[in-house]
């Protein structure tokens, strides 16, 4: 069982950029696909970006692409999410998620460890 832990996340202006951190307990992190999600207010769920075991490969959610870039260090049991150009509708709780075993994925329910989110906030 992983536990992960969010950070990384404050107050920043639009345009600027901000890099998350999700922070592992599991020594073998790399047996964990891991996901980014966040719910801004007054949205549901998005996803953000996902990265494979390996970190060889990533997904990213239509609103951030081109502008998120997420990636791993299992050395260091963390995974990243480094935030470019961000926009106020940036603005929400990111939450890190592990998933055991299989593939990336975008859908929430496929994944089973939760961190408890670190809040981004993007002003002008």
């Known amino acids: 069982q992983v536990q992960v832990v969010e950070s990384g996340g404050g107050l920043v202006q639009v345009g600027g950029s901000l890099r998350l951190s999700c922070a592992a307990s599991?020594?073998?992190?790399?047996?964990?696909?891991v996901g980014w999600f966040r719910q801004g207010p007054g949205k549901s769920r998005e996803f953000v970006a996902a990265?494979?075991?390996?970190?060889?490969?990533?997904s990213y959610g239509d609103s951030v692409k081109g502008r998120f870039t997420i990636s791993r260090d299992n050395a260091k049991n963390t995974v990243y999410l480094l935030m470019d150009s961000l926009k106020p509708e940036d603005t929400a709780v990111y939450y890190c998620?592990?998933?055991?075993?299989?593939?990336?994925?975008?859908?929430?329910?496929?994944?089973?460890?939760w961190g408890q989110g670190t809040q981004v906030t993007v002003s002008s």
């Open positions: 599991e020594r073998s992190f790399s047996s964990y696909a």
């Open positions: 990265v494979s075991r390996s970190g060889a490969n990533t």
């Open positions: 998620a592990a998933r055991v075993a299989g593939p990336i994925t975008s859908t929430s329910t496929m994944y089973n460890y």
